[in-house]
């Protein structure tokens, strides 16, 4: 069985401060790692996902994330927060001989800016 | 020209009244997914269909009835709504099942049980 813990279900950052928004996983094989980002009224959209290549994954807006086996995490970061990236930040894991069957999100974490 | 759409948006209704959500893509993907999101955002797999077949069937009640009339179509029938059946509910799509493949979503219908 695989799960995600997202530390923090809100985190609050000024504009132009680092964002860094927790993600640990649980997967008894190596995992594939994705971040999805829900913006109010609409569904998620892909952020960057993480597939056994590189580590440092590099996704939209600025968002990347780094796949760290030895702490089983995979934290979401962005140099300098913007009024745009408020929204609900999920991270999800899945096993790759299944893929988007057994996609198992986290409960999510609300990135709110502070002007 | 919305890739991913689901009707209605926001559906509000009785205990014991059957419904339905419709949705389609026009990504010509083959694998269409229903996703519940509860109240506390926490988001769980109902069904996946790959070219119009089940792939996938997570523990839900059998109240709930998928329907896949061809690959772009994957509508939600659901009986005797319940209190617990409140919530947000997705449709997804995706080029393919397995791997890692993006998978694009509807903006969700608002399931309201009263």
């Known amino acids: 069985a695989q799960s995600v813990t997202q530390l923090g279900s809100h985190v609050s950052v000024s504009e132009g401060a680092l964002v860094l928004l927790r993600c640990n996983y649980s997967?008894?094989?190596?995992?594939?790692l994705f971040w999805y980002v829900q913006y109010p009224n609409q569904g998620l959209q892909l952020l960057l996902k993480?597939?056994?290549?590189?580590?440092l994954v590099k996704g939209i807006n600025g968002f990347e994330a780094e796949f760290k086996k030895s702490e089983t995490s995979f934290h979401l970061t962005k140099p300098s927060a913007h009024m745009s990236d408020a929204a609900e930040y999920f991270c999800a894991v899945s096993d790759p001989s299944f893929g988007n069957e057994k996609l198992t999100f986290g409960t999510g974490t609300r990135l709110t800016i502070i002007p | 020209d919305t890739a991913v759409s689901q009707t209605p948006k926001y559906l509000v209704t009785q205990m014991g009244n059957d419904k339905s959500i419709k949705c389609e893509q026009n990504?010509?993907?083959?694998?269409m997914y229903w996703y519940k999101q509860d109240s506390k955002k926490f988001l769980k797999i109902m069904f996946s269909y790959n070219n119009k077949e089940l792939i996938i069937n997570e523990t839900v009640p059998n109240r709930f009835s998928p329907k896949s009339p061809d690959k772009a179509h994957l509508n939600l029938h659901i009986n005797s709504l319940e209190l617990g059946d409140s919530a947000v509910y997705f449709c997804?799509?995706?080029?393919?099942?397995?791997?890692?493949?993006?998978?694009?979503f509807g903006s969700g219908t608002q399931l309201s049980v009263l």
């Open positions: 997967s008894s094989v190596p995992p594939y």
């Open positions: 990504l010509g993907h083959d694998t």
């Open positions: 997804a799509s995706s080029h393919r099942s397995g791997g890692s493949e993006k998978l694009f």
């Open positions: 993480y597939t056994s290549a590189a580590t």
